[in-house]
């Protein structure tokens, strides 16, 4: 006979972590080890690189098939797509291909995530293991309203003379706005979480597994973010204040919904004023007022959003992983153990009902294990040593 014991859990060390911020959260996994970032990075890239090439494949294959349609630019030129080197970000196949390149970022990093990252999945989010739903609707909402007000007063003081001196030269719009707005409707949300997942989902989570002080994870992926976009001194340096918010709030908020939220609604907002003919899709250059407006707003959007988390007590940290539970061993009886059933298998010769029971179940100066019975059960059944079975 034998009997299941379950081990109990394994006591922590004591140089284990027991909470975990946003960017430490590949530490959780008990099969952590130090060269998993870099073999998920390396197998996410390597994710990026075919899905690339097999989407740009497809977009070409559409544009050929019907150019009329998607490369339709003001001069009416179906051809413009080939002849053109230069990236219009008016015309509907230059934007849908832009956004389809940096949106097949989101399948290469939950695929290299899912096979080498923490688990669950969803640890690339949120410490909470998922999207957090009611915090990025109230996080969507509260950055909604703050651009609305931001991009009101730009175009007051525009109005006023206050500012940058306005281009001269003419704003091109898309040839066809609807068409044009409902390509940022429905790729812009995709493309910013695409972002936020790799600068300040997976590189965050590689650069703090190493390194634990969150100003590494906040700061490191900067660079790669701000060269990502084609801007003078001042766009970058926007770009640069950005990053560093989106990162704090990432951390400071355990998530990405606030960064993913107050990035969507940014450029939302900017495509479909590009849309509607108010601002050039194409522009570069910036300047300093612009980038000292776009800083401090940047700066009081990060501090209601931080406040606004605070209030609704949005978690910021992840305990450890649970112990998972371990198998039952199998222990066998101790050989003083007397069997619990007096009845004797057919093979074996009946027992003597008038020979004197066993004077102790246990020998001496042996008692019984923890878990085991004091005593073997009485059985009560009639003729019990007299059991020829056939």
Known sequence: MSSPHYLPPPAPRADQEQSFAFHRLMRRNHNYRWWRPLA?????????????IVVMLMIFVV????????????????????????????????????MASLIIMIPAVYLA????????????????????????????????????????????????????????????????????????ILLTPFQCAAEELVFRGALMQ??????????????????????????????????????????YLAWRTGGLEAPMAMHIINNTFLFLLGAMGQIDLNATESGPMSLVFSVVFTALLTFVLVKLADKNNVARTAGPTPAAAQPPLLQPWPMAHPVYHQNQAHWAPPMDPSAPPASAPYPQDFPPANGYPPAPPVDSTPNAGDNHDR
């Not at 998920?40 to 690339?52: E, Y």
């Not at 109230?138 to 940058?164: D, H, M, N």
């Not at 990502?228 to 560093?244: E, K, P, S, W």
């Open 206 to 247: 590689i650069i703090g597994s190493w390194l634990k002080h969150p100003l590494f994870a906040i700061l490191l992926p900067v660079p790669l973010f701000t060269f990502g976009h084609l801007y003078d001194v001042y766009g970058l340096l926007d770009v640069t204040a950005f990053a560093i918010a989106a990162g």
């Open 40 to 52: 998920f990075a390396g197998t996410g890239l390597g994710f990026f690189v075919a899905s690339f």
């Open 113 to 184: 995530y899912l096979l080498l990252g923490s688990k669950p999945v969803g640890q690339l989010v949120s410490v909470a293991g998922r999207l957090r739903w009611r915090w990025f609707g109230l996080a969507i909402g509260a950055s909604a309203l703050l651009f609305a007000a931001y991009f009101a007063l730009s175009f007051a003081l525009s109005t006023a003379g206050i500012g940058e001196p306005t281009d001269a030269a003419p704003i091109k719009p898309p040839a066809d706005p609807l068409f044009f707005a409902l390509l940022v």
């Open 63 to 98: 544009a050929m098939l019907n150019p009329a349609t998607w490369a339709a630019d003001a001069s009416g030129s179906p051809d413009s797509v080939l002849t053109e080197a230069e990236l219009d970000m008016a015309s509907p196949i230059d934007f849908s291909i832009t």
